[in-house]
C-alpha cells in the first residue's frame, strides 16, 4: 500500500528564516505531487504541483518554491519567511493521468512569529 | 473561476442520526468531485470520489451524490456516530484549469454527541 509521509509535524520560525519542508511517497512510482496550503479560516489552496522530477508547475505567485529532487520526494522551501506563510502545509500525491484521485499526508502546521 | 460553497458550516446532530452535508459549484464542467475528511490539525482522508459520467458513489454508511447540471453535490451519511465528528470537504476539478487541480469548498464541521 501506498504512504505519504510529512516532515517536520510543527515549526516555528521567525520572519525572515529559511523554510524547507519535505514530503515522501512509499509504494507507488511516478506518481504526481502536490503541495497546499491550508490558512485559517480559509479553504485549501493549491501552491504547486510536479509531474515528474524536476518539473514544478506554480498555481500562485508567492514566497514559496518547490523541487523534485527525486521520483517520491516533494520539498517546499523559501529563502526568507513572512508572517503570511503560517499556515497547514499539505504535500498530496495521485497516479498519473487525468483526474486523478487525491491522497493527502499529515500535514506540517507552520508558525512565522 | 471555480467557486466551491458548503452548506451549513457547522453541524451539531444527536448519535443515530442521518444527515446530508451540502456542497455547490458554480462551473459544472468538472471532470469529477471528491469528499474528503479532515481531522482536527491531521490531514485529509478522501472518502469518496465522483466522475462526471456518475451520479453517485457509495462506500459503507456514505453515499455521495452528483448532479452536475445545477452544480450540486450531497453527502450522505447514515446512523451517524461520534467517531464521524470532523470536518468534511468536497473539492471539484475543473475541467478550465487543467487536471491536476482540486478546487476546496471551506468545509462542513460536524459534531455527532453521543
Known amino acids: 500500500s501506498q504512504t505519504i509521509h510529512q516532515w517536520p509535524a510543527t515549526l516555528v520560525q521567525p520572519v525572515g528564516s529559511p523554510l524547507s519542508l519535505e514530503c515522501t511517497v512509499e509504494g507507488t512510482s511516478n506518481p504526481n505531487l502536490y503541495w497546499y496550503r491550508q490558512a485559517a479560516g480559509r479553504g485549501l489552496q493549491l501552491l504547486f504541483y510536479?509531474?515528474?522530477?524536476?518539473?514544478i508547475s506554480s498555481e500562485v505567485p508567492q514566497n514559496l518554491s518547490a523541487s523534485r529532487p527525486q521520483d517520491r520526494q516533494f520539498i517546499l522551501s523559501s529563502k526568507k519567511l513572512l508572517l503570511s506563510d503560517s499556515g497547514f502545509y499539505l504535500c498530496?500525491?495521485?497516479?498519473?493521468?487525468?483526474?486523478?484521485?487525491?491522497?493527502f499526508g499529515p500535514g506540517t502546521r507552520l508558525t512565522v512569529l | 473561476k471555480q467557486e466551491v460553497t458548503q452548506i451549513p458550516a457547522a453541524l451539531s446532530v444527536p448519535e443515530g442520526e442521518n444527515l446530508v452535508l451540502n456542497c455547490s459549484f458554480t462551473d459544472s464542467a468538472i471532470y469529477n468531485l471528491q469528499w474528503f475528511r479532515q481531522d482536527p490539525g491531521k490531514g485529509l482522508t478522501s472518502l469518496l470520489l465522483i466522475q462526471s459520467s456518475q451520479r453517485e458513489q457509495t462506500s459503507g454508511r456514505l453515499n455521495a451524490s452528483l448532479d452536475k447540471s445545477s452544480g450540486r453535490s450531497t453527502l450522505y451519511i447514515a446512523a451517524s456516530q461520534p467517531g464521524d465528528s470532523a470536518t468534511y470537504l468536497c473539492?471539484?476539478?475543473?475541467?478550465?484549469?487543467?487536471?491536476?487541480?482540486?478546487?476546496f469548498g471551506t468545509g462542513t464541521r460536524l459534531l455527532v454527541s453521543p
Open positions: 473539492a471539484t476539478r475543473p475541467m478550465n484549469t487543467g487536471f491536476q487541480k482540486l478546487v
Open positions: 510536479s509531474v515528474g522530477i524536476g518539473q
Open positions: 498530496a500525491w495521485s497516479i498519473r493521468g487525468a483526474a486523478p484521485e487525491q491522497f
